[in-house]
């Protein structure tokens, strides 16, 4: 890394601001280019700015592979670029390495879930919301995904849970408002009270 004028740049030379570089990153590079909490940190300052760049974060990892926030780092990064594997490897190179991450579980799980993979989502927002009962975000998801893969109940439960630990979520009283909407409009089941059965 070197300083050109009033701009920094790496060793690929993506510019960012001074002032959107903390001061004492630039003096640890200055004197360590390889810094890996340095390193790491502008890496993460240019994943913030929209540069999707992986290099400075790769660069971190190389010189020390066993830190589970920067395979997370390293996650989210990959996962903007679209290497959704890849992201997935990272995630879980991250929670291997602190299994009680929840950032890098709320993470994986939204690859997961974007990807269609209900089930494994699922798994981890479970697993999110017995670890940490008042992540509200966690239980939104929960209730989402579970609704996508023809688990109404368990979805509209969660769902509600939301709302009692944030009742300021937007997002969950639309959620709620949409699974009740579509149980309504579910079939009833042949035989149920309050049915005729077709002769």
Same mark, same amino acid.
């Given at each position: 890394?070197?300083?050109?004028?009033?701009?920094?740049?790496?060793?690929?030379?993506?510019?960012?601001?001074?002032?959107?570089?903390?001061?004492?990153?630039?003096?640890? #590079?200055?004197? =360590?280019? %390889?810094?890996?909490?340095?390193?790491?940190?502008? !890496?993460? $300052?240019?994943?913030? &700015? @929209?540069?999707?760049?992986?290099?400075?974060?790769?660069?971190? #990892?190389?010189? =020390?592979? %066993?830190?589970?926030?920067?395979?997370?780092?390293? !996650?989210? $990064?990959?996962?903007? &670029? @679209?290497?959704?594997?890849?992201?997935?490897?990272?995630?879980?190179?991250?929670?291997?390495? %602190?299994?009680?991450?929840l950032e890098a579980k709320m993470s994986l799980a939204g690859l997961f879930f974007d990807g269609g993979d209900f089930e494994r989502a699922v798994a981890l927002y479970r697993d999110v919301v017995e670890q940490s009962p008042s992540l509200a975000s966690a239980h939104d998801k929960l209730g989402i995904a579970p609704a996508l893969s023809d688990e109404g109940e368990e979805a509209l439960a969660a769902v509600e849970r939301t709302i009692e630990v944030d009742a300021t979520s937007v997002d969950a009283y639309f959620n709620k408002g949409n699974l009740c909407r579509a149980k309504a409009r579910d079939p009833p089941q042949h035989g149920a009270p309050g049915t005729r059965q077709l002769p």
């Open positions: 890394m070197v300083l050109l004028g009033e701009r920094v740049a790496d060793a690929q030379h993506e510019y960012l601001e001074p002032r959107h570089v903390p001061p004492a990153c630039l003096a640890i #590079l200055e004197t =360590d280019p %390889e810094h890996i909490d340095a390193l790491h940190q502008l !890496g993460v $300052v240019q994943y913030q &700015l @929209g540069a999707l760049d992986i290099a400075l974060v790769r660069r971190a #990892l190389a010189r =020390d592979s %066993e830190r589970a926030h920067i395979h997370n780092s390293e !996650g989210l $990064v990959l996962g903007e &670029l @679209g290497q959704r594997e890849d992201a997935v490897c990272a995630f879980e190179r991250a929670i291997e390495l %602190e299994p009680a991450f």
